[in-house]
T-cell receptor, first 110, second 118 residues
Framework: AQRVTQPEKLLSVFKGAPVELKCNYSYSGSPELFWYVQYSRQRLQLLLR??SRESIKGFTADLNKGETSFHLKKPFAQEEDSAMYYCALTGQGGSEKLVFGKGTKLTVNP | NAGVTQTPKFRILKIGQSMTLQCTQDMNHNYMYWYRQDPGMGLKLIYYSVGAGITDKGEVPNGYNVSRSTTEDFPLRLELAAPSQTSVYFC?????????????????FGNGTRLTVT
């Protein structure tokens, strides 16, 4: 079964501080991981995915298959990063279902 | 492209009433999904469709029905509304094709429908 765990419901940091949003997953096959973000009054949108290996808005995430984790990191948080962040999992090779974690609400204080 | 469009944005229903949440996409995506978002619970998959005429249950299908008569539209029907169905509903779509090699294309979401059942 697919499962995504985001242990922190709420995360609060000060502007300029590093931030790490945790995501752990359970999946028997080859996983594909995503981070989606929902800013206030906006729709959910893709932030980044593990296959891209790129930095979006200063965020990075590395898939660690040994620890079954896909933590989202940013070295210097900005106030505009305040949002709801969801980690999501699907299987490689044409899987139909995307399973989401419960989300972490990040607040970046001035 | 308008992307994924959901209507209505808000709705208040009385217990036992029925309604249809509309979802349409203009990206010619094969796959369409309905999720509900409850505070602290993340997104739960209600139903999904891999193409016109094909639908399947997700994690929480009870109390809902869907149809997919066209590629563009994927309405969600609530027949007998219950307070437990108070939630924000999101429709999403993606192309069947692969982003690269065997990896999946990402989801595109609508703006959501906030439903209250009292």
């Amino acid at each position: 079964a697919q499962r995504v765990t985001q242990p922190e419901k709420l995360l609060s940091v000060f502007k300029g501080a590093p931030v790490e949003l945790k995501c752990n997953y359970s999946y028997s096959g080859s996983p594909e991981l995503f981070w989606y973000v929902q800013y206030s009054r906006q729709r959910l949108q893709l932030l980044l995915r593990h296959i891209s290996r790129e930095s979006i808005k200063g965020f990075t995430a590395d898939l660690n298959k040994g620890e079954t984790s896909f933590h989202l990191k940013k070295p210097f948080a900005q106030e505009e990063d305040s949002a709801m962040y969801y980690c999501a999992l699907t299987g490689q090779g044409g899987s139909e279902k995307l399973v989401f974690g419960k989300g972490t609400k990040l607040t970046v204080n001035p | 492209n308008a992307g994924v469009t959901q209507t209505p944005k808000f709705r208040i229903l009385k217990i036992g009433q029925s309604m249809t949440l509309q979802c349409t996409q203009d990206m010619n995506h094969n796959y369409m999904y309905w999720y509900r978002q409850d505070p602290g619970m993340g997104l739960k998959l209600i139903y999904y469709s891999v193409g016109a005429g094909i639908t399947d249950k997700g994690e929480v299908p009870n109390g809902y029905n869907v149809s997919r008569s066209t590629t563009e539209d994927f309405p969600l029907r609530l027949e007998l509304a219950a307070p437990s169905q108070t939630s924000v509903y999101f429709c999403a779509s993606r192309t069947q094709g692969f982003h690269s090699s065997s990896y999946n294309s990402p989801l595109h979401f609508g703006n959501g429908t906030r439903l209250t059942v009292t």
